[in-house]
């Protein structure tokens, strides 16, 4: 299973190359971002492999257009993305991008010689990737607007802090996702409450989990203490 990734490559959109077969997979809500000048092959996408037959790949976003191919042998190579969707089995819900996905105007480049400043892939006002991805339970649920948003962040939502946290922050402070989850469920995050009863209200820190409560501080006093008494 890959989804919500953003992923920014120098040379085509995605290339994956084996001489095996990849087997059941599925492919959702991820952006895959190539640079504006086509290789000279005229892909934008190589699924360079002998099949992806038993493959789902759906609601994801690209740039640019060009080829796509969808295996080789028994596999099926598109002129462009229009065709992919027209052509019913892959990206029936995908969209293609322009250089405008991002607020940033990230795109890939075919020049890493240099190092790249730090860019956060935070989605541009009226990005197509916004709403356009499919609600994965338990992973995506705290969604903003009418659906999730392709890609690693959600529009609106704040960006993962990466390396050492700063100063006075720590796992129960630290903001992650969104917050109030305004067009969907339930925050989807592993460690949040959930909604569920007894929990608290999520106040933010990592994966907006509420704090222990009372009863469970209780619970492990007294399973302290009845452990003090055996060993006396």
């Known amino acids: 299973m890959i989804y919500h990734n953003t992923i920014v490559r120098g040379t085509r959109a995605l290339q994956c190359s084996t001489a095996a077969a990849p087997l059941d997979f599925v492919v959702a809500n991820n952006l895959f971002i190539g640079p504006t000048a086509l290789d000279p092959d005229g892909h934008a996408v190589r699924w360079d492999v002998p099949d992806v037959s038993t493959a789902a790949i759906d609601y994801n976003g690209y740039y640019p257009d060009g080829q796509y191919e969808f295996g080789y042998g028994s596999g099926i190579t598109y002129p462009d993305f229009a065709a992919v969707v027209a052509g019913g089995r892959y990206e029936t819900h995908g969209v293609l991008g322009d250089a405008s996905l991002f607020s940033s105007g990230l795109v890939g480049t075919a020049d890493w010689t240099q190092p790249l400043a730090p860019v956060t892939p935070a989605l541009a006002t009226g990005s197509v990737a916004i709403d356009h991805g499919v609600m994965l339970p338990n992973i995506d649920d705290g969604f903003r607007g009418a659906a999730p948003d392709l890609g690693a962040i959600e529009g609106g ?44 209200g999520k106040t933010g820190g990592c994966c907006n989990a509420a704090p222990a409560t009372g009863n469970l501080v209780v619970w492990i006093m007294v399973g302290l203490v009845g452990l003090r008494r055996r060993r006396h």
């Open 157 to 200: 939502c704040d960006a993962p802090i990466y390396g050492v946290r700063p100063v006075g922050i720590d796992e129960t402070t630290e903001t992650f996702g969104c917050t109030g989850n305004p067009g969907g469920g339930d925050g989807g995050i592993p460690d949040d409450d959930g909604g569920a009863t007894g929990g608290g």
